[in-house]
């Protein structure tokens, strides 16, 4: 995704035109990907809640 900014800002682009637009629209979404990763792990890594915990590590029925 990062290409894609690269490739398509390489040259100047008029506000307003579909590239200039999706160049947002990707960094958004990378950005909600981070966020999701950083929150899965954290979950998987360090569960707050005692059941989360124990599903996690496979004791759970």
Request: proline share 3%.
């Amino acid at each position: 995704m990062t290409a894609y900014i690269v490739a398509v800002s390489l040259g100047d682009l008029p506000h307003g035109t579909l590239e200039y637009e999706t160049i947002f629209a990707v960094g958004l979404t990378l950005v909600l990907m981070t966020l999701e990763f950083n929150k899965t792990e954290a979950i998987f890594n360090n569960p707050s809640n005692k059941k989360t915990a124990d599903y996690v590590s496979g004791r759970f029925g």
